[in-house]
């Protein structure tokens, strides 16, 4: 399937107006989901086959399901967002789908075509619009995902997949919206290592990252710092998350990221800042750091700030870092000025208040009269 009309099946009993509402007044983050959802199915004879919208609900599987025994999962991340004018538009998602494409084929699944991923996204929103709320700080999380649903032990890719589409209205992802995070640099575990899963957005990296993450939280911290493998001492990223550095103040301050290894998931966000603090006229690098860099750094003020970027939480400031063997201020623990103007850029051209120079945003519903 290279081309298809997704089949619509609409809700016979969609939520209420006033309950609708009421959600979107204070969604939180990944509680609430939409009307309906999109399936599509994989099989090796058919290819890609049977598209349709149906209303959300839940799935059957076989207890010797592939993909609960062997863990062949992915998926992706995005938004949709109300615009000022009253449009609906999505960021970047050919990226996203380029990057799912990316994932599969790590993961030894079909990849999907670009098209169809498209697609899948503009009828969800199209038909579920009504969940898209209408604030600069809230939007309609999209979760496209896949997963092998051929029934069977044997350890090999599974000749049966299915993708799925949802979609849950979201606020902050962080219960304390842009307040600074702690942050705890994990030197027991580490997230990823070369030659394996890092660069794909898979569901064994997420379940890999919650020990670390507890003995995050087990310390007062928000979340966890992933560092190298091999050294235990190169910044990777932060969570499900990129991180970003702040060197210096004012116009001239220098923005930077640690390089993609192979091992960092390769954001469309960071990405996407990389460009966004370059047109605002600040300096940038993809540059390696360090522990010690990042301790020194802060502690001479050469490193303002720090924050961490993604689609979900979009930019969020690092206030503290934690260690088993030391404990430093970012910025005085406070929100630095660069880190808010980047978040601001990028949400008011998400928003339609701020011009589009690149092309990122992809219009599914037209402006209002």
């Known amino acids: 399937m290279t081309s298809s009309t997704i089949a619509i099946t609409r809700s016979a009993s969609p939520l209420p107006d006033d309950q609708r509402e009421t959600i979107l007044d204070n969604p939180g983050f990944g509680k609430y989901f939409t009307d309906h959802m999109v399936q599509i199915k994989w099989t090796v004879d058919r290819g890609w ?5 149906v ?8 207890p010797a399901t592939n993909s609960i025994h062997y863990g062949q999962s992915i998926f ?4 949709a967002y109300r615009r000022v ?3 609906i538009a999505t960021f970047r998602p050919l990226e996203n789908a380029r990057r799912f494409q990316r994932s599969a084929a790590r993961l030894a699944m079909p990849g999907l075509p670009e098209e169809l991923f498209i697609e899948a ?3 969800l929103v199209t038909v579920d619009q009504e969940w898209v709320p209408d604030d600069i700080e809230k939007s309609l999380y999209l979760r496209p995902f896949m997963f092998s649903t051929e029934v069977g032990l044997g350890v090999r890719p599974a000749n049966e997949y299915l993708f799925l589409l949802i979609a849950s209205p979201a606020g902050a992802y962080f219960p304390g919206g842009v307040k600074p995070v702690d942050v705890w640099l994990s030197k027991e575990y580490v997230r990823a290592a070369p ?3 890092g660069e794909a957005k898979c569901a064994g990296n997420y379940a890999a990252s919650l020990l670390a993450q507890a003995q995050a939280i087990a310390n007062q911290c928000d979340q966890v710092v992933w560092l190298d493998a091999i050294e235990r001492y190169w910044i990777e990223e932060m969570g499900g998350m990129n991180l970003y550095f702040v060197h210096g103040s004012g116009d001239s301050a220098r923005i930077t990221t640690p390089p993609l290894t192979g091992s960092l998931l390769p954001g469309v966000t960071r990405e996407s800042l990389l460009q966004v603090a370059q047109d605002l006229g600040y300096a940038v690098g993809q540059e390696r750091i360090n522990v010690d860099q990042w301790r020194e750094g802060n502690a001479s003020g050469d490193i303002t700030e720090v924050f961490a970027c993604g689609t979900a939480a979009v930019i969020t400031p690092v206030g503290k870092v ?3 063997d030391a404990t430093w201020e970012v ?6 000025p660069v880190t808010l103007q980047l978040r601001d850029e990028l949400l008011q051209i998400q928003h339609g208040s701020r011009p589009d120079p690149h092309g990122w945003m992809h219009q599914i519903v037209a402006p209002t009269a």
């Open 49 to 53: 086959h049977e598209a349709e919208l």
């Open 55 to 62: 209303p959300y609900g839940p799935i059957t599987m076989d």
């Open 76 to 79: 992706e991340g995005l938004k």
């Open 85 to 87: 004018d009253g449009s």
């Open 121 to 123: 996204i503009e009828t």
């Open 195 to 197: 030659g394996g899963t």
């Open 322 to 324: 934690k260690s088993t």
């Open 331 to 336: 910025g005085a623990g406070q929100s630095g």
